[in-house]
């Protein structure tokens, strides 16, 4: 179950403006408790998988699939890493999504989607998604506005199909501002280590943020769902976009009723 | 590249015979340090992983193949939790093999698992693998003795052409007593969270424990090639298993001079 009380989320039905929304958020007493709180949520989240992972046999074995969505170094990576840096992969699986292949392209945009949703036992964690489809292709003209308008209810459904299928879906917007995001991309350019992420083309999206951020706003406004609502996470700051997602994750994880299942052997049944 | 001085080594070319092969050893002084051997190596596989993550794009961009097999209970998932928990899961994906579906059966044995191998900025752990068709296929007559002998080769013909387009191969069997299964098998229905691991479809292949033994022997002496060599690994004790597997894998990473790439951007060519 998507964690309904966050006052991160963007309420289904509800009005929605972004620029009502913060990129930094005061909710942490200091940076090193966000950063304990992240490393907690991170632990327990380890453990949830865990049991996750043993139910992937079960008649309703549980499937949860985050997605990640943000402008260019707004932390998808870095939140994918504190999210799961402590469970190792056994059930676990990150799906990036690229620019599309001509195989892509000669189906609908769902397609490439579909073939990715988590199995039974599984969290897959979608880098980008189709959200993109109505994202940087709306930005940049690539389907005519009629297709593009039809796109949010096409995703709605399928994002339906796949709740009320056993998936559990949760959906984080990473929001940064456009200072912070020149910060950034220059400090990948300044420091050896990061400079292999920066790429040149990113300048391009860049130059339209504003275009970029009414079609965040409108993608917000049209699915945020019951089904699967967005939450908006102010991430400015790294410590507290890693503690207020993975303290989502994490609850929404609790709610979910995760157990070893019992097969029903019992010692003495088998002759070992 | 393989870690070619390791004593667990099964070395090409040279005799092999499964009885020589311990199921247990004293390397480590305690369990304690096994244990502490196992932590170091782990994170330093995380920041290993990381700089091959950074490495996806680049021309050369190194693909690692980690292929584990042995008995049931010999420890699959566990060497996987002990390489890989301190791995955040963007570059690492773990391939189980179960019994293969009707598509699977339809084609060449080799089908899914070629479509699985790992890409440029990749480590795919395959939880079995092609091995089966030469290990449970043969023991139980799934195929004709023509067929299987055919495989060794074929099998070999196929790694050659991973490691000829950049892949490092790391195989391990791990090596456990037919006591130590009975032991482990016991714990499982005894204790309420391991439970729903316990399957007794896993005693058939118990009751034909000799002849899975001649199997492993043969698929060693057949296939431990200079590209791809085998590590046959005790594996009795789980603390020495994870410190010796992750022991290797890091030292075969850290021969890849894995880097964070420089794409010759500078500070300043750009105006952000």
Known sequence: MPHPDSPFLA????????????????????????????????????ELAHKLYAMAGTKKGPKVLILL????????????????????PLNVRVKPFKAPTKPEL??????????????????????????????????????????????YAQINDFERLLVESGTVILKFMLHISHDMQGERLRSRLENPGKRWKFNPGDLDD??????????????????STPDAPWYVIPSDDKKTRNALITQIVRKS????????????HRPGDYEI
Not at 18 to 32: C, P
Not at 253 to 264: A, Q, R, V
Request: glycine share 6%.
């Open 11 to 46: 309420v289904p039905g509800q009005p929605f403006d972004l620029s009502d929304r913060a990129t930094v958020a005061d909710v942490f007493e200091s940076r090193s408790e966000a950063k304990a709180v992240a490393q907690e949520c991170g632990e327990a989240i380890s």
């Open 69 to 88: 969505q943000g402008m260019d170094t707004s932390g998808k990576d870095g939140t994918t890493k504190a999210l799961f840096r402590h469970t190792p």
């Open 106 to 151: 000669a189906r609908d945009y769902l397609w490439r989607v579909h073939e990715a949703v988590p199995a039974k036992g599984e969290i897959v964690v979608f880098n980008r998604s189709h959200y993109e489809d109505v994202l940087v292709v709306k930005v940049r003209e690539f389907a005519d506005a009629e297709t593009i308008e039809q796109r």
């Open 206 to 223: 860049r130059a339209l943020w504003p275009a970029f951020m009414d079609a965040y706003e409108t993608m917000v406004r049209r699915t």
């Open 253 to 264: 994880l609790e709610s979910m009723d995760l157990h070893y299942p019992d097969p029903g």
